[in-house]
């Protein structure tokens, strides 16, 4: 069963950065697709940033696209999220999650997801 622990969330001034990391123990992590996603209060959950095992396919969310950089380390079983430019919409519980099966970008390919990580961008 895979685990997946998150860290890295905080409070930051818009235009800052933070950087999200996630720690897998479990099965194959380097041949597993991983993706990063977010949940504002009252908001349904949405797709932020996916790589694939390799780490050579990358997806990103039109919202985040030229601000956030998804990649991983597979030798230490860990994903991070670059975010740059946080804006106060990027206010968000951020869940790491790996994919079973199907699109990188569709929450549905997901099974296993951490326990969440806030992250709030002051105005």
């Known amino acids: 069963q895979v685990q997946l622990v998150e860290s890295g969330g905080g409070l930051v001034q818009a235009g800052g950065s933070l950087r999200l990391s996630c720690a897998a123990s479990g099965r194959s992590f380097s041949t597993t697709g991983m993706g990063w996603f977010r949940q504002a209060p009252g908001k349904e959950r949405e797709f932020v940033a996916a790589?694939?095992?390799?780490?050579?396919?990358?997806y990103y969310g039109d919202s985040v696209k030229g601000r956030f950089t998804i990649s991983r380390d597979n030798a230490k079983k860990s994903v991070y999220l670059q975010m740059n430019s946080l804006k106060p919409e990027d206010t968000a519980v951020y869940y790491c999650?790996?994919?079973?099966?199907?699109?990188?970008?569709?929450?549905?390919?997901?099974?296993?997801w951490g326990q969440g990580t806030q992250v709030t961008v002051s105005a």
């Open positions: 790589l694939s095992g390799s780490g050579s396919l990358t």
């Open positions: 999650a790996a994919r079973l099966a199907g699109l990188l970008d569709k929450i549905e390919s997901y099974n296993t």
